[in-house]
Nanobody
């Protein structure tokens, strides 16, 4: 069983930056594919970014060039650095983990992840 706890959400002005993090339980964090998703009010959950065991990354087009996903296996943590934030980035942000995949895989579909955090709220103000 993997437990994920997000932190770092908050209120930020448009154009600003914010970093959200997710800490995972377990001794095999380095073997997880990790992902970030978000869900805005009234909308479906959507993919944001994913990082493979080997450090390969993949981003949604909407955040490419603005967001950076990273992982620290020594701290069992995955982070999402969000820059040049826009009003449309307002959402609850969720981290997700999926063990047991090949080292270079990233995952972009929510149903491919078995473990989810409770979410952290990010609000971008005008």
């Amino acid at each position: 069983q993997v437990q994920l706890v997000e932190s770092g959400g908050g209120l930020v002005p448009a154009g600003g930056s914010l970093r959200v993090s997710c800490t995972a339980s377990g001794r095999t964090f380095s073997s997880y594919v990790m992902g970030w998703f978000r869900q805005a009010p009234g909308k479906e959950r959507e993919f944001v970014a994913s990082i493979s065991q080997s450090g390969g990354v993949y981003y949604a087009d909407s955040v490419k060039g603005r967001f950076i996903i990273s992982r620290d296996n020594a701290k069992n943590t995955v982070s999402l650095q969000m820059n040049s934030l826009k009003l449309e980035d307002t959402a609850d942000y969720y981290c997700a983990a999926e063990p047991g995949r090949p080292p270079n895989w990233v995952l972009t579909v929510a149903r491919e992840y078995d473990y989810w955090g409770q979410g952290t709220e990010v609000t971008v103000s005008s």
